[in-house]
């Protein structure tokens, strides 16, 4: 199924991360990332290697993504953070909010309670065969793009990051093409306005999250517990990662790439080495492009994000 209305991203987490100080994308700065922030060191960090063979198959609700499909509030505010490049998206004011404006927010899947956005990154690398933070069956696309949604029973992101259930964060794969994409282009064709550390841009015009992620198949996701993958690498985050790609140009990932970094060199490679899993499970969704699990499916319910919770019981028919 192709969903064209609704999608999900991440900014307030990324402005709390650019300035946490003395961290660095390097593989001896990131051994030192627990040294000032010990939840770094902790069992249920992400990013991790997701492995479709490997994956649960369960079954659990769709992604509902609503509100994607209308113009986000102006204006809206790239930042180039020296880690990241983050897209701001303002707030409604009280008064809006009493007529009825709401920023997008999701449910379902794995959430017990709605996800309001609070804004978007990405993580890139400085060649084709690298960039993504997750992989997905041992293969690191290009780019990876968050979408970072905030539990709303808690007042702000701050408070979000000391709960397990605090944060969602929807996880986009990139892979290159060999023209433009137009997905994109309201947020690539600006990035040279923000090459330096700190610089920031607000966008001529606003968009919606659908034009973005138009086309994407949002039906199969893998799921899982982990963490923010920057410093402070709170376990706060539900992570639901899509197997379908959106499309990207060389061109488009050069722009990325001409950035730079908070120590004035190139911005690239801004991803984290994988985690272990300790143990997690990491879930796939059943839909009814999977023939084969369809007398096997589990609900999510039954099972436990760390351990095996199976019954006889468990088991039901798969009904799409």
Not at 2 to 17: Q, W
Not at 185 to 204: G, Y
């Amino acid at each position: 199924m192709k969903y064209f209305g609704i999608i999900a991203v991440f900014t307030l987490v990324v402005i709390n991360v650019s300035v946490a100080a003395g961290w660095g994308y390097r593989a001896s700065d990131q051994r030192r990332w627990a040294v000032l922030h010990p939840a770094c060191g902790g069992r249920q960090q992400s990013p991790i290697a997701i492995s479709a063979r490997q994956a649960i198959p369960i079954s659990i609700p769709a992604i509902e993504l609503i509100g994607y499909q209308n113009p986000l509030p102006g204006p809206l505010t790239i930042t180039n953070t020296g880690h990241s490049v983050a897209l701001t998206i303002p707030k409604y004011t009280s008064e809006e909010e009493k007529k009825g404006f709401r920023l997008p927010y999701i449910f379902g899947g794995p959430l017990d309670n709605e996800y309001e956005i609070d804004g978007l990154h990405f993580h890139w690398g400085d060649k084709n065969n690298r960039g993504s933070e997750h992989t997905l069956n041992d293969m690191r696309l290009p780019l990876e793009m968050h979408i970072i949604h905030r539990n709303k029973k808690y007042r702000n992101t701050a408070e979000a990051m000391q709960h397990p259930d605090g944060l969602c964060v929807l996880a986009f794969f990139y892979q290159v093409v060999e023209f433009d994409a137009k997905l994109l282009s309201p947020i690539v064709k600006n990035l040279t306005a923000i090459e330096n550390f700190n610089s920031t841009l607000q966008l001529p015009h606003t968009f919606s999250l659908s034009s973005i992620l138009s086309g994407l198949d949002t039906e199969r996701f893998y799921t899982y517990k982990g963490s923010l993958t920057t410093p402070p690498c709170a376990e706060a985050v539900t992570w639901v990662i899509f197997s379908d790609y959106l499309p990207i140009s060389v061109f488009q990932m050069d722009n990325f790439r001409g950035l730079l970094s908070n120590l004035n060199l190139p911005l690239v490679d801004n991803f984290r080495q994988l985690q272990p899993l300790f143990g997690r499970r990491v879930f796939v969704r059943i839909t009814s492009k999977n023939p084969k699990f369809k007398k096997t499916k589990l609900h999510y319910s039954k099972w436990d994000w760390v351990g095996h919770k199976k019954s006889e019981n468990d088991v039901i028919d798969f009904d799409e």
